[in-house]
């Protein structure tokens, strides 16, 4: 079996897609944690939105860094698995997951993990 470089680029795709995803998430936790409680208390003082609504904004912030959270770890988890050539399966998992995150790299990586499918073990 001849080894080339195909499962290693589209590894290393994979590991900077999830490694953007997982950026993105703090980043959004932080907002969360920073500016959270002080944009509800203002949106409360000036009745920008009713009381039933308050913790709307907060919940749909937690679960998109959840999401995003989930998003990252496949293609880091796939990345690492095809740099290795192991587990071809979990390594076209994360590339297809990239796809949802960042279109070319995704599409780039998922292309690659399929040409090189007889590498893996």
Known sequence: ???????????????????LNVIV???????LVA?????LALSRMADL?????????Q???IIMALIIGIMGALPLIGGIYAVQRKNWRL???????AILSVLPLGITSTVLIAL???EFE
């Open 116 to 118: 090189a499918k007889d």
């Open 1 to 19: 079996m001849e080894t080339t470089w195909k499962p290693v680029a589209a590894g290393i795709l994979n590991i900077t897609v999830g490694l």
């Open 49 to 57: 939105i009713p009381i039933w609504m308050s913790g709307i904004v």
């Open 59 to 61: 919940g749909v912030m």
């Open 35 to 39: 500016f959270g409680g002080g944009l």
């Open 25 to 31: 998430m703090f980043v959004l936790i932080m907002l």
């Open 91 to 97: 390594a076209l998992t994360g590339s297809i997951v």
